[in-house]
Structure formats: C-alpha cells, structure tokens
C-alpha cells in the first residue's frame, strides 16, 4: 500500500532502516553469508563495485532507491525525481538526505561522508536510466546502476527486493572494516592512566574481541620484554578454535612448541568449558591454562571449579583463572614506561590484524584521545 505525505514516508524508511541494519549486524557478526544465491554473482559483484565506485555519490544509490521500494513496493526504485516519466515516481533526495546521510554519519561515513549527495551532478536527472549514460563520466558503473535496478523493477518481487536491499546492507558493513582508524598514542602512560582506560575498553560486551585483543597485546609484550614467547598466535574472533585448528583463544609458543593456553571470556566461566579445555590441552601435552575470565567462575559450581584445578595440579596441569586487569595490574608494573607504551600500541595493531568491529577500533581510538 502506498505511504501518503513524505514526512510519513521519511519516517517508515528510517524505522526500516534502523530495523535492517541492526539485524544484518548481528547476523554479520556471527559471520553469516549471503543473502543472494550463487546464481545472482554478477549482481552482488554489480553491487560491490557501485558502493565502491570513484564516483561517490553512487555510493548513496542503492542504500536510497531500494530502501525506498522495500517501504513502498509501488514506487520506481529507477526515479530519482518527481519527474521521473514512468509510474511509481518520487523524489528520492529527501530520503538520501534525511534518512541515507545521518545512517552514513552514524557508521564513520563508510559511504564517504557526503552531506548532499543527490544534489552532486551525477544524480541531477529524473532517473537512473540508460538515456542518462552518456552524460556521466563514469559510465562503467553508472551501467551497473542501471542494471541492478531494472532487474529489481523487471522482476517487481518484494521478497526479491527485499534480499536485494539486504546484500547492499551487508557489502555495506563488510566495508566498515576497511575504514581507517588513527591510534593517538600518548607519548607517555602511567600506571594508573594504563589501568583506567583497559578497564573502561573491556566493560562493553563486544563478544570476547576488546578483551581477546588486549590480552594478545599482552602477551606480545610480555614475549618481546622477557623474552618468554617467542610467538603468539590468535585467530578473528568468529573463528571457532576446533574449526581454525588452534587449542585455544590465544596460543603462546617458545622454540616452536605450545607452552601456554590462554582462553578469554567477558562472563562466567563453566565447569563445561573448563573440562573441554583441559581434554585439549591433554591431547596437545600442553601444561599450562590461563583462563582470563572477567565475571569469574560460573554461579553456584565456583567450589566445584575451584576442586577441579586442585586435582588437575596432581595430575600435571596447571590451570590458572583470572581477571585481566587483575591479571595486567602487576605486569605493566614491570613493563616499566616504555613497555607500557608498547602495549598500549600493540591493541590497536592487534585490532587492525584481525579486522575488529569499527565500533571497537573506534572506541579505543577515542580511548587514547581522552587521555
């Protein structure tokens, strides 16, 4: 059903947006894939390439046209303008502008930040068209435009459509990971400053990625400093340990071998995980186990973990459990001033290696530029 009066529909194409992309967030997250099937490769590359292009104000096109279809499948996802010639025209700038651009804002300008994109030369026609081909300079992916959105209208199916609008969402938050984050790293760092700025860093649940990257950048250091790793090794955070072939979150190695485990978690710690854990590092003949966990124990079996690590010391492995910054207090003590800085560049390093959310990169940056 048509949407009456634009402030209406200005409004129900924000609420779909908001909707959309916090779900293909999550969804992307947990690393799921695709929305559109091997049979539509050349159309996600089409689109990969418009969000893409040299040309930024293509970048807004198909966020803008197809977001306006999914709310109202009567409109023409090709009309850039009221004047648009054929059936289901609308003037697609107020909701570039008003819905398109405070999203990009909001997500690090991953579309490039413009401020009025429709209003650019590009954009000034009725429509995205075939006619208007001659007149862009970047014709090669004007025509991929065109493409994209006459199928989207040649097949005029909402389901269709909606899958359409959510691959470009996807290929969107996928491009959040190439936007570059600048780590203002103070000269110097005290002890306590270090302290503060980790703590309020690991408190927001990021699924394990801000304390698993610290805890590398830790570790690292510990290596380069007194020279007990001679490497540490850490997979992305989606990254199951059975299915990237490691025994843990975190491996440290000297002269080649496994010498120390270290699995992270941001809540409790289960007698489950503990006995998965302590069966791999048996199978591996590895030692020792440092469980960094920041809300301790799981509730209620914290006497029966505690008698689990007893019996595991008799027969040969020592398992240790801590909080990180309990963990990291003592060590960047001994780090002394330089090590401190170190570590402290290291996190960001670390998160740039295993492409981390922008949201976290982003809230360390800030992190760094209070201090």
Excluded at 119 to 142: C, F, I, M, S
Excluded at 212 to 225: D, K, M, P, Y
């Amino acid at each position: 059903m048509a949407i009456q009066g634009i402030d209406n529909f200005t409004h129900y194409c924000e609420e779909r947006l908001n909707s959309e992309w916090e779900k293909i967030s999550a969804l992307a997250v947990k690393g799921g894939g695709d929305f559109l099937d091997k049979m539509y490769k050349e159309l996600k590359s089409n689109i990969i390439a418009c969000l893409r292009s040299p040309t930024k104000s293509y970048h807004y096109v198909l966020p803008t046209q197809l977001l306006s279809k999914v709310v109202d499948h009567s409109k023409d996802s090709r009309s850039l303008q009221a004047s648009y010639v054929k059936p289901g025209a609308f003037d697609a700038r107020t909701i570039a502008h008003k819905v398109i651009v405070p999203f990009d804002k909001k997500n690090h300008n991953v579309l490039g930040g413009s401020n009025e994109p429709y209003v650019n030369n590009p954009l000034r026609y009725p429509g995205v068209t075939g006619e208007v081909e001659a007149r862009q300079k970047n014709k090669k992916d004007w025509v991929k435009l065109v493409d994209i959105l006459d199928l989207v209208e040649k097949k005029n199916d909402i389901n269709f459509t909606e899958k359409v609008f959510r691959q470009v969402l996807l290929e969107i938050f996928r491009m959040l990971s190439d936007v570059t984050v600048i780590y203002p790293t103070p000269s110097r760092i005290s002890h306590k400053k270090a302290i503060e700025i980790l703590n309020a860093f690991i408190t927001e649940s990021s699924g394990g990625d801000r304390t698993e990257s610290v805890a590398t950048a830790l570790f690292q250091e510990i290596g380069n400093r007194f020279g007990l790793f001679d490497e540490i090794k850490r997979e992305k955070i989606n990254a199951p340990d059975s299915s990237s072939g490691m025994a843990a979150d975190i491996e440290c190695f000297s002269s080649g071998q496994i010498v120390l485990l270290v699995e992270v978690k941001d809540r409790s710690l289960t007698m489950t995980e503990l006995e998965s854990k302590l069966d791999t590092a048996r199978a591996g003949k590895i030692k020792e186990i440092l469980f960094v966990v920041e809300k301790g124990s799981e509730k209620y079996k914290e006497e029966k973990i505690e008698q689990k690590v007893e019996r595991e010391f008799v027969s040969g492995h020592n398992v240790y459990i801590a909080k990180l910054i309990d963990f990291a207090y003592s060590i960047l003590i001994l780090f002394g001033e330089e090590g401190r800085g170190s570590f402290i560049r290291r996190i960001g390093t670390e998160m740039d290696r295993v492409n981390s959310l922008i949201t976290h990169r982003k809230a360390w940056a800030k992190l760094l530029r209070e201090i």
